[in-house]
């Protein structure tokens, strides 16, 4: 049966690959791969490969996607194999028509009507009307078997010539119209015009290799400087990347997936041995692209310009992945030098520069805060509060549920961090250095955290004091962790339920060690009062923290309640105000009310 390949592409990157094989055999994660014994041939030593898009056994060869995989592992025939591949990914199959199978026919033909002005168009390179093109493209610094790989071609004045030339093949006008190679007359005048004219040629291929269309770049100043073929029956700007079919034999070889801008940064990569380059064709990076990219690498690296525009591309990038980020999909952000794109950095610094542009990417968790900041300060209490506001939104943005807890809890971080490094100085000189050895910190560190753990409601209160303290290693950084995620995930729990969950999620060992009994202040006590036990948790933060940052905190948390006149930010600054004139009058000791 004829199917819209557009619905077989959608199908194919709803089905996640290993998932599906994962049934029938035994896959062990391999890098970017799974690796596993193949289900076709009899072999003790696994040469099996599952990607995300395909698998392959370098055993027997073979080889195909998921609709390939049942129709080999189960017999199923194709209509079958879709129609199960379907109902488990949520899509309706296309009902065979006679239009669908006019369109199908009618979408090979187009193929074979660009496939033919292909071949003409890198003839005219070679000839010499195309000599202007040919050297700007050696100019360039591309070799001769770079262009003959990339099919790069010419076309010239047009008027007809492309369909005058390809008329000798059986190919009709209407056929060059609906393959985006001629358009009607501008003005009514009626007739036709060729799309392109007086252009070096690009042509744009699908993953499989096939041409669906072309992009233009004219030669000298004149505008628009590059233009892509319209939008056709093979071809669809959004859906589309440039490169992506030698990117994918790239990928499979291990080479790293990137992102650039453009036609020639793309050519430039593959030629200095990059060959996972591939860039969006004239558009902002899609959904449509982002998914295409992921079925062939787990971790793409997108490269932007060091420039003000780089920076508004990469946010956005990063704004549409996030909804679809999980753990098994994510993105990499490199930065080019200001001034340079890849294809000049080549040509000044060799493979080299570009190899270290891209071994400084940053993961995106870690680019997207300085993303989210960048030119906005956060000084005064309200910038604060709108950058930490941005930075939960796009945490929340995030789909899975685990992975979002896990980005808001680094965004944060960074935020406090940040903090606490801001130039918030008081004229208050510490009464006195105090002394203490690691025993009582850790002690201290100790009540801090059984008072939290009897009395989960209040580290909401707390959160952004715990999260920027300097805690002990070992069991306090455990306990942190696993307490903010806990919050990060809004579950309210009582005392036991919270309990269980850390003995759950691997923190039992760290429970056991703060809810140990000898030194245990009396307001980590299940009966202790929830007042009670937030006053204690602030005293034994006080001694913690110290003086010298408390008085810091406290000229922050004055600011944020004149900005906001917030009642948790009242709450605040009374706590920290009365833990540190209690730490400067001496007035708390280790333990208040200890248990023997």
């Given at each position: 049966m004829a199917l819209p390949p557009a619905f077989l592409d959608d199908l194919r990157s709803r089905t996640p690959l290993p998932g599906l094989v994962g049934r029938k055999v035994k896959l062990n994660r391999n890098g970017r791969q799974w690796k596993g014994c193949c289900p076709f041939h009899n072999e003790k030593t696994p040469s099996f490969y599952v990607y995300d898009d395909h698998f392959h056994c370098f055993g027997c060869g073979a080889h195909g996607d998921a609709i390939t995989f049942l129709m080999r592992a189960e017999g199923a025939s194709f209509p079958e194999a879709v129609e199960r591949l379907a109902s488990e990914a949520g899509l309706e199959v296309p009902k065979p028509s006679r239009e669908a199978r006019a369109r199908e026919q009618r979408a090979r033909d187009l193929h074979g009507v660009l496939a033919a002005a292909e071949a003409a168009f890198r003839a005219r390179l070679h000839r010499p009307e195309g000599r202007p093109a040919?050297?700007?493209?050696?100019?360039?610094?591309?070799?001769?078997?770079?262009?003959?790989?990339?099919?790069?071609?010419?076309?010239?004045?047009?008027?007809?010539?492309?369909?005058?030339?390809?008329?000798?093949?059986?190919?009709?006008?209407?056929?060059?119209?609906?393959?985006?190679?001629?358009?009607?007359?501008?003005?009514?005048?009626?007739?036709?015009?060729?799309?392109?004219?007086?252009?070096?040629?690009?042509?744009?291929?699908?993953?499989?290799?096939?041409?669906?269309?072309?992009?233009?770049?004219?030669?000298?100043?004149?505008?628009?400087?590059?233009?892509n073929g319209p939008e056709t029956a093979l071809f669809q700007k959004r859906r589309g990347l440039y490169g992506l079919d030698l990117a994918r034999e790239a990928a499979f070889r291990g080479a790293p997936v990137v992102v650039v801008e453009g036609y020639m940064d793309v050519i430039a990569m593959h030629q200095g041995g990059f060959g996972g380059a591939v860039a969006p064709l004239g558009t902002a990076l899609t959904t449509e692209q982002l998914g295409a990219l992921w079925q062939i690498s787990p971790e793409p690296v997108l490269c932007f310009d060091g420039d003000a525009a780089g920076a508004r591309a990469a946010a956005r990038a990063a704004e549409i992945a996030l909804p679809l980020l999980t753990p098994e999909r994510t993105l990499r952000l490199a930065t080019l030098p200001p001034g340079e794109d890849p294809d000049t950095l080549l040509a000044k610094g060799g493979p080299g520069a570009v190899r270290a542009v891209l071994d400084g990417a940053r993961h995106l968790s870690a680019a997207l805060y300085d993303l989210l900041a960048e030119g906005r300060p956060a000084v005064t209490p309200e910038q604060r509060a709108a950058l930490r506001a941005r930075l939960e939104a796009a945490a929340r943005a995030i789909g899975d549920k685990a992975l979002s807890s896990e980005y808001r809890r680094a965004l944060l971080d960074r935020f406090f961090e940040a903090g606490r490094k801001k130039n918030f100085r008081v004229a208050v000189k510490p009464q006195r250095v105090m002394v203490e050895d690691a025993t009582i910190r850790a002690d201290?560190?100790?009540?801090?955290?059984?008072?939290?753990?009897?009395?989960?409601?209040?580290?909401?209160?707390?959160?952004?004091?715990?999260?920027?303290?300097?805690?002990?290693?070992?069991?306090?950084?455990?306990?942190?962790?696993?307490?903010?995620?806990?919050?990060?995930?809004?579950?309210?729990?009582?005392?036991?339920?919270?309990?269980?969950?850390?003995?759950?999620?691997?923190?039992?060992?760290?429970?056991?060690?703060?809810?140990?009994?000898?030194?245990?202040?009396?307001?980590?006590?299940?009966?202790?009062?929830?007042?009670?036990?937030?006053?204690?948790?602030?005293?034994?933060?006080?001694?913690?923290?110290?003086?010298?940052?408390?008085?810091?905190?406290?000229?922050?948390?004055?600011?944020?309640?004149?900005?906001?006149?917030?009642?948790?930010?009242?709450?605040?600054?009374?706590?920290l105000t009365e833990a540190r004139l209690a730490l400067r009058g001496g007035e708390i000791g280790l333990v208040s009310g200890a248990e023997a």
């Open positions: 040919l050297d700007y493209l050696r100019r360039r610094g591309l070799t001769d078997e770079t262009i003959a790989r990339f099919g790069l071609g010419w076309v010239g004045e047009g008027r007809g010539a492309l369909a005058a030339e390809l008329k000798a093949e059986g190919i009709e006008p209407p056929q060059l119209v609906e393959a985006g190679l001629m358009k009607a007359r501008d003005g009514g005048s009626g007739g036709l015009s060729d799309f392109f004219f007086n252009r070096v040629m690009f042509p744009i291929r699908d993953r499989r290799g096939r041409t669906i269309s072309f992009g233009g770049r004219i030669l000298g100043d004149g505008q628009p400087k590059y233009v201290r560190a100790r009540i801090l955290f059984a008072i939290l753990l009897r009395h989960p409601g209040i580290i909401a209160e707390v959160e952004e004091s715990l999260a920027g303290l300097d805690l002990p290693d070992g069991h306090c950084a455990t306990l942190r962790s696993a307490l903010l995620d806990v919050l990060a995930r809004g579950d309210v729990l009582d005392s036991e339920l919270l309990l269980d969950q850390l003995a759950s999620s691997g923190a039992g060992e760290a429970t056991a060690w703060a809810l140990s009994v000898p030194g245990l202040a009396k307001e980590a006590r299940p009966e202790a009062q929830p007042a009670e036990a937030l006053g204690a948790w602030w005293h034994f933060f006080a001694f913690l923290r110290g003086e010298a940052e408390l008085a810091e905190d406290c000229t922050r948390a004055y600011q944020d309640l004149v900005a906001t006149y917030d009642p948790a930010a009242e709450r605040r600054l009374k706590h």
